[in-house]
């Protein structure tokens, strides 16, 4: 029998819960993706398993085919079925207690949890999950701000789908997976406000925060800044409609 721990370790070692801690003593190995020459999610994996003394088993990265766009579901489906091949072959060779790591918590755009279930159904496996400190929870707490008004709902989507958000009337939105690009559609809001942050709980930690359009450019700016500084950015924000109140 396997089990698995899937662990969120928020944006770094600095951030391991004491439960993570502990299911961490609890594992015997950690298994992780290896993307390439320069892969700054792995590096901090390593850091993590060297500072607790968990074995890390790096497992290459299956290609993704990303030259046919059009049938996107179907090259990430290719893309999860070969990476569950590659970590069923690990497990059921090794066995015994192993871990996954997940940036942030993995109740939030990660795929860990999805894997796990195609491993259990092809293989004897049990787990559990361990929260880990999210991006939304960290830019709440940066602003000093609650992600709703009194009782009121707050839709969590991503930059390619806020533009269908907004149509759909949507007055409070938390937004992640965002890119240079995507804030154009910021432009068409200027009165709405909105809380930014970039690289949270990193060094290179940007926050901006105003209405939209008197704090675009300096959020552009910060954008900049933060991969600059990175070599990587990734950024999330609230954006609320005018009339209600921050
Ligand atoms: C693949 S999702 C992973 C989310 C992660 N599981 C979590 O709980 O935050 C990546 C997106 O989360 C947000 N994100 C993750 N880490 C961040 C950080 N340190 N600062 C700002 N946003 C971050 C960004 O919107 C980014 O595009």
């Excluded at 046919?68 to 690990?90: L, M, S, T």
């Excluded at 910060?222 to 600059?228: G, I, S, W």
Aim: with cysteine; net charge negative; proline share 5%.
């Amino acid at each position: 029998m396997t089990h698995v721990h899937v662990v969120g370790f928020g944006m770094g070692p600095h951030h391991l819960t004491g439960e993570a801690v502990a299911a961490l003593a609890a594992t015997d190995y950690v298994l992780a993706v290896r993307k390439g020459e320069r892969d700054e999610l792995l590096d901090v994996r390593r850091r993590i398993c060297a500072a607790h003394g968990v074995e890390l088993v790096e497992v290459a990265d299956p290609e993704r085919d990303r030259d046919d766009p059009a049938d996107y579901p179907g090259a990430v489906k290719a893309w999860h079925h070969a990476r569950v091949e590659a970590f069923a072959n690990v497990l059921e060779q090794r066995r015994g207690t192993a871990g996954f790591l997940v940036w942030g918590d993995p109740s939030l755009y990660d795929s860990t949890l999805r894997i796990i279930d195609q491993l259990a159904a092809r293989i004897d496996l049990t787990w559990d999950v361990v929260p880990g400190i999210s991006a939304p929870q960290l830019l709440a707490a940066r602003h000093r701000i609650v992600l709703h008004e009194v009782g009121q709902p707050v839709h969590v989507t991503t930059a390619r789908r806020l533009p269908e958000a907004l149509d759909a009337g949507e007055r409070n939105v938390l937004v992640m997976l965002a890119s240079e690009a995507s804030l154009t559609t910021l432009d068409a809001l200027p009165d709405w406000r909105i809380w930014w942050g970039a690289n949270l709980g990193t060094d290179g930690e940007e926050l901006v925060a105003g209405s939209v359009g008197g704090v675009l450019p300096e959020i552009r700016a910060a954008r900049d800044r933060a991969r600059d500084r990175a070599g990587w950015v990734m950024d999330a924000y609230l954006l609320r409609a005018p009339s209600e109140k921050s």
